[in-house]
């Protein structure tokens, strides 16, 4: 029987291999299609594109915004809307011919998924997009056709951060160029395994860069996070809940609710906005609420408050709160409410009006509390008492324990390597893998907590920020501090923060809890032999295989 669909992008992907009925995350085999129609148009975008680069010639910010939100529409958990990838297929095919013109003259050929022209109907459209799957191209070489997709999703994830970043006023033309060069290539025949190999650790430190701009617009348009304690439990009365990743949409939507009586919760991958001077100032950014984005469903189920999503993760809404759940941005699925934008801002009244309506809580819960806000200049500004505690002995090793969470069993991990991590190691966490354990207590060292939340997922790059200045102190290289990645992956922006990773040459990377599919076994075993990519296995030998076993005795 032939499949409805194939994807294989995230960690859940159904039996490690692929979805090919319906997608584990939602996605319908009608959205995956037109997803898929929607890359191969980027791909002919990226051939005129590079070529218009090659030139010297200048791409117009229109134009990279549209294949960076493009791109970012396709990655996992985002948009479920068959609607709104119409429209993006129609733009994609408007956007190729003013790139081919902007080209001119092309010496040698022009590969055919250049110069397609989509048909006109979503009927049409997804039946031409049969052709243009992942496996489409039976004759492709495996290892080929893996290091093609790992580039794509690796630029999906990168696509996150530079709409991020562009969100808040910042675009750099090195990253916004390699979305051209990225999907050229996959169209190049002539490229091979080790040519790809370099083309995906150029796109790792492109998108440190990206990482770096977007970290700049975060702090200088916020501040520098901030050691923070954020409420956990529930306070009385109205409320609305935001989830996702966007600081600009949580800063306009609490200019609006100011004094309104409405209290304003972070979900999920926000819940690191508390640290930031300029959204904690506000007092009804009164906590954070529920934990990953694996489980809204339980937790939103029934919930009386309004909620906003901002960008991934959404999951499909149940009926129970299908009427109190607001998308925007790049974010969309069918039959619920959306909030559109114009030169940047935007109308939350009817997200304001709904939990206004539903009343909220009826008491309050006792109070808890956990600490957030050790980005890269909080860190750094106590580095002498790091390091002092490190020759002391006081601190023996550094573990990273962080990425994405999910709900594919063997996630425990994470919460038994963290609890099982010795009184005398310092934890570093960020994204949302870190809900696993961040309510815990781990006490502290000195004046330092054992824990130290650094933020999002695209805080990796505090991450590196803070080990490359600790190896600097050192003498040392980033590989020899007593410093250990934990990674937890589930989508594609882990995919290109571990190729980041990789491109800065850090090496014994923990990786789970599975290996992605799009991994050929030939391209797993490269990066094995050249940066030591390990699979988690459990906790006590992986623990005593990075600490020894004398020093868990």
């Not at 129609?37 to 915004?65: P, S």
């Not at 694996?294 to 906003?308: H, R, S, T, V």
């Not at 207590?441 to 990796?460: H, K, V, W, Y």
Request: proline share 4%; with cysteine.
């Amino acid at each position: 029987m032939e499949n409805q669909m194939f994807c294989f992008q995230c960690e859940q992907t159904l039996g490690g291999k692929g979805c090919v009925k319906h997608g584990i995350c939602g996605k319908s085999p009608e959205v995956a299609g037109l997803q898929d129609l929607l890359i191969h148009m980027l791909k002919g975008i990226g051939f005129y594109g590079q070529k218009a680069i090659e030139k010297g010639l200048k791409i117009d910010d229109e134009t990279n915004k549209f294949v960076i939100d493009a791109i970012f529409s396709t990655l996992t958990n985002v948009n479920f809307d068959p609607e709104r990838f119409v429209d993006y297929i129609r733009k994609a095919s408007v956007i190729k011919d003013g790139l081919r013109d902007l080209a001119s003259e092309i010496e040698g050929a022009i590969p055919s998924t250049a110069l397609y022209v989509p048909p006109a109907t979503e009927a049409e459209m997804l039946e031409a997009s049969k052709g243009f799957g992942v496996m489409a191209d039976t004759s492709l070489n495996e290892d080929i056709r893996s290091l093609r997709e790992l580039m794509i999703y690796g630029m999906k994830g990168m696509g996150a951060y530079a709409h991020h970043a562009h969100v808040l006023g910042k675009m750099d033309e090195t990253v916004s160029s390699f979305f051209y060069k990225g999907l050229a290539a996959t169209l190049d025949n002539s490229l091979e395994v080790g040519d790809l190999i370099g083309l995906n650790m150029e796109l790792g430190q492109v998108n440190y860069k990206c990482m770096e701009l977007l970290d700049g617009a975060n702090t200088g348009t916020y501040g520098h996070p901030v050691p923070t304690e954020v409420l956990i439990t529930k306070k009385k009365g109205p409320f609305i809940v935001v989830s996702g990743h966007d600081l600009k949409d949580l800063k306009q939507l609490l200019e609006q609710t100011e004094g309104k009586g409405i209290n304003i919760y972070t979900h999920g991958e926000m819940i690191p906005t508390h640290g930031y001077p300029e959204l904690k100032k506000y007092p009804h950014l009164v906590g954070n609420y529920g934990g990953a984005w694996q489980d809204q469903q339980k937790e939103f189920d029934g919930l009386p408050g309004a909620i906003l999503m901002t960008t991934n993760c959404l999951q499909k809404p149940r009926d129970s709160y299908k009427d109190r759940i607001f998308n925007t941005g790049i974010v969309g699925f069918p039959e619920v409410g959306y909030i559109k934008g114009s030169e940047g801002v935007k109308d939350f009244t009817p997200v304001i009006e709904k939990a206004l309506e539903l009343g909220g809580w009826l008491e309050d819960e006792p109070e808890k509390k956990i600490l957030v806000g050790f980005g890269h200049n909080t860190v750094l500004s106590v580095a002498d008492k790091v390091i002092d505690a490190v020759k002391s002995g006081a601190i023996k090793h550094f573990f990273l324990i962080g990425g994405c969470d999910g709900a594919k069993p063997g996630r425990n991990y994470y919460t038994e390597f963290a609890e099982k991590a010795p009184e005398d190691t310092v934890i570093l966490t960020l994204a949302c893998g870190k809900f696993r354990f961040n309510k815990k207590e781990f006490g502290s060292i000195g004046e330092l907590p054992r824990l130290m939340d650094m933020g999002q997922c695209n805080d990796a790059y505090s991450a590196v920020k803070v080990a490359a200045a600790l190896a600097d102190a050192f003498g040392c290289s980033v590989n020899e501090l007593p410093l250990s990645l934990i990674l937890s992956w589930y989508e594609q922006k882990a995919v290109c923060i571990l190729l980041t990773l990789l491109s800065l040459g850090i090496k014994n990377i923990h990786i789970g809890p599975s290996l992605p599919a799009f991994i050929s076994p030939n391209v797993l075993q490269v990066l094995v032999d050249n940066f030591n990519i390990t699979p988690i296995s459990n906790v006590e030998a992986d623990m005593a295989a990075i600490l020894g076993e004398e020093a868990l005795a």
